[in-house]
């Protein structure tokens, strides 16, 4: 997989440096770092004319973003890994990329999205027929979302640069995205030789979890905050 990020990105690269035909020599324009719900991204800013731009960069975020809660005795930690490269092409409709205005954007990512939980068996409650029982030899279990290849991510966003002085300025865009939402599996091979109760919690999980992201459908929201850096 990562013979075929380097091979895409020195395609977008190669393109992106043989289109600029009113400034060859000048590639890098500015810098563009900000903040997205796929974490921290870092991107190079290309204006081909001045209303037109392209950014290209990098994403990266690991870390807890919520809890899981359902049928568990206690929350336990959702740990969110996103990873992966993005291209956007920005249209200016009203000033243009050293002025304050509107802009569209298009933009197209090659990302790896996984979300996963550790869940303690051991701390848990379960029913068995009208009783509640334990169970203190069970361990642990991870379930995740199954998704372990890189994936085309398309979007589209609205969004508003508000010039600071000449080599600063901020903007913020939110739009729409299209990404194919992973079930959740199993990750733990234990679980086959747990107790029928626990594994009737682990699949009740399991089902509940699948449920919920099946609620957000494959159009989801994308929002970008960045502070710009322009040379």
């Known amino acids: 997989m990562l013979r075929v990020k380097?091979?895409?990105l020195i395609f977008l690269l190669f393109f992106f440096c043989n289109s600029v035909t009113a400034k060859p020599n000048k590639f890098l324009d500015g810098l563009e770092i900000g903040i997205s719900e796929k974490g921290v991204n870092f991107n190079l800013i290309n204006n081909i004319s001045s209303k037109n731009q392209i950014t290209v960069g990098l994403h990266n975020f690991d870390g807890n973003i919520s809890n899981m809660e359902y049928d568990?005795?206690?929350p336990?930690?959702?740990?969110?890994?996103?990873?992966?490269?993005q291209v956007s092409f920005k249209r200016f409709f009203t000033g243009n990329n050293k002025q304050s205005g509107f802009f569209k954007k298009v933009g197209l990512e090659l990302s790896s999205l996984k979300a996963s939980s550790t869940i303690d068996l051991n701390s848990q409650i379960y029913d068995l027929g009208a009783l509640t029982v334990t169970c203190r030899t069970c361990g642990n279990v991870k379930i995740e979302t199954d998704n372990d290849s890189y994936k085309f991510i398309p979007s589209f966003s609205l969004g508003w640069q508000k010039k600071i002085n000449k080599n600063f300025n901020f903007s913020i865009s939110a739009g729409i995205q299209y990404f194919e939402m992973p079930a959740v599996k199993l990750l733990s091979s234990n679980s086959e030789n747990q107790p029928p109760y626990v594994q009737t919690k682990i699949n009740s999980i399991i089902q509940h979890a699948n449920?919920?992201?099946?609620?957000?459908g494959n159009i989801i929201p994308t929002i970008l905050i960045t502070s710009n850096l322009i040379f």
Do not use: N
């Open 6 to 8: 380097s091979k895409v």
């Open 72 to 74: 568990l005795s206690e």
């Open 76 to 85: 336990v930690p959702i740990f969110y890994s996103s990873k992966g490269f």
């Open 211 to 216: 449920e919920e992201l099946d609620k957000y």
